[in-house]
């Protein structure tokens, strides 16, 4: 079954190794470096430079959907055959964001809420960036129910670094 791992900045190279992914998420401020683990190829690594906000901010990059439709183009690409890690600073909005998004985008048949359900069990601190889940809506068509079964959920328990955490895939 297809795996995904999910993590802060400061565990990629641990989980990378642990899980013996051989594919990368990174979704981070554009002026923080990151530096690839040796198992993931570059073209098995997708950066996508954001900031971790829901509206408009000077000096800050707002997701847009040219950032979220590539993030689905580079997980539909995904073989699946070894574990996606995505991580972002603290591994609790962007990348559980992007985990929850990657998960509704390979998993077409499969409700919402369900996903958002198996996402709030795998994390309790996950808080999915709500912009982006609701620009992933758009893009998949899911007509409102992505960020409407985020809202259910509800914010996660607050932490300054999420543990982390695995995501199966159907």
């Known amino acids: 079954m297809p795996r995904l791992h999910v993590c802060s900045l400061f565990r990629i ?7 013996g992914a051989k ?11 990151v530096e690839r683990p040796p198992a993931i190829a570059p073209e098995r690594h997708l950066h996508v430079a954001i ?5 408009a901010t000077e000096g800050h990059v707002l997701a847009d959907a040219g950032h979220v439709e590539t993030l689905i183009d580079f997980v539909r690409a995904w073989d699946r055959a070894q ?15 992007a985990a929850y998004i990657t998960a509704c985008a390979l998993s077409p048949d499969t409700r919402e809420s369900e996903i958002a359900r198996r996402l709030r069990h795998a994390s309790p601190t996950a ?12 893009i998949l068509a899911r007509g409102g129910r992505m960020s409407a079964a985020i809202k259910q959920i509800g914010r996660g328990a607050d932490c300054i670094e999420a543990e982390p955490f695995a995501l199966d895939l159907n």
Do not use: K, M, Q, Y
């Open 83 to 97: 574990p996606l890690v995505i991580h972002c600073f603290a591994g609790v909005s962007r990348s559980t964001a």
């Open 127 to 138: 808080t999915p960036n709500a912009h982006l889940v609701g620009l992933a809506d758009r």
């Open 23 to 33: 594919s990368l998420v990174t979704l981070i401020n554009r002026d923080i470096h």
């Open 51 to 55: 900031s971790d906000i829901c509206e």
């Open 13 to 19: 190279s641990e989980i990378t190794e642990a899980t």
